[in-house]
């Protein structure tokens, strides 16, 4: 069977040195770029590698991104070129060229991206670095060293990000604007004790606070951030004055305390409407809440771990009267 003819492409590019190692920088179309890769051994279909092996929800949504019209990535694929891409470089010109084959190159980071390329209706072009010459042994230590040396955005920084990107639904926005209310009003319980970009130790970070407070936003009769702060900083002055005149021991920034102290709230203020109405004041939960840190044992918040389950049930327990008979 005589041997199936591919087109050559040819694209500028720029040489780079780094260590030991050469490789290429350049821009291809996406549809050269689906065509030519693949993500497993060179017998197998590349169209079939890339949906046994990979997301396909998570190329999905890259094409979506993409073919939003508002997509733009620009970080670069990381290919290997194999021996099917007959891969030349041209100092003179400048420029790369190598076969439209199937298998011209081995993704090396990107899998993901090619795919959603692959998926995508939109026309573009993408950043590219080409290794050639590499032996197999190379291909793995490169592939083991771009996936384990890149380290993902933080949580808490991502959140942030978000806000400032106007990516957020009106949930994620009403608990932005709760969240920088405690981070940055004068004389409210939790000032000083808030971490708006990072996990840090004794501080409520963005992620922490959020998973605490998204079940309570349907409890409020109005979305108002402010609204929600002022309820909020009630309960939680009354919490800590509790804590601190019964020496319960209890630090709010711990995650598990704060997400615990935050899950009962439903129920401290019920037992508040049920006593004031709906006036929501530190001195009225303070007579829910002395009850609660007056009985509950330290020895019982510790039994709880990690469980933020176990620890309110804890506290919704130390609420009840205990009976007489």
Excluded at 132 to 155: M, Y
Excluded at 171 to 198: C, H, I, Q, W, Y
Excluded at 210 to 237: C, Q, V
Aim: some cysteine; aromatic content about 10%.
């Amino acid at each position: 069977m005589a041997r199936q003819e591919y087109e050559t492409v040819r694209y500028t590019a720029s040489l780079v040195s780094q260590g030991e190692h050469r490789f290429y920088t350049l821009t291809m179309p996406a549809d050269v770029l689906a065509r030519t890769c693949f993500v497993t051994n060179r017998d197998e279909d590349p169209a079939e590698g890339f949906q046994r092996l990979l997301n396909k929800s998570r190329a999905k949504e890259i094409a979506e991104y993409i073919d939003s019209g508002f997509g733009t990535i620009p970080t670069s694929v990381v290919l290997s070129a194999q021996a099917d891409a007959e891969f030349e470089y041209s100092r003179s010109n400048k420029t790369v060229s190598f076969k439209e084959a199937p298998h011209s190159f081995l993704i090396l980071d990107g899998q993901h991206r090619v795919y959603g390329f692959r998926l995508a209706k939109s026309d573009l072009r993408v950043p590219v670095v080409i290794y050639a010459g590499l032996s197999r042994i190379d291909e793995t230590r490169l592939f083991i060293d771009i996936n384990t040396t890149q380290k993902p955005v933080p949580n808490e920084l991502l959140l942030d990000i978000r806000r400032l990107a106007q990516y957020q639904d009106d949930s994620e926005t009403t608990l932005g604007e709760v969240f920088d209310l405690f981070d940055t009003e004068p004389n409210n319980p939790l000032l000083g004790k808030m971490s708006a970009r990072a996990r840090k130790r004794a501080l409520i970070s963005r992620v922490t606070f959020n998973a605490a407070f998204k079940p309570l936003l349907g409890l409020f009769s109005t979305p108002d951030p402010h609204r929600i702060f002022e309820i909020m900083s009630a309960y939680y002055s009354s919490t800590l004055r509790q804590i601190s005149e019964n020496k319960v021991g209890i630090d709010i920034t711990n995650p598990v305390a704060f997400r615990g102290i935050t899950m009962i709230f439903p129920d401290v203020a019920q037992r508040v409407a049920d006593l004031h109405g709906r006036e929501y004041l530190q001195a009225h939960f303070d007579d829910v809440t002395s009850d609660i840190y007056s009985r509950v044992k330290p020895s019982a918040l510790k039994s709880a771990g990690n469980s933020v389950k176990a620890y309110a049930q804890v506290l919704t327990l130390a609420m009840k009267p205990r009976s007489i008979f």
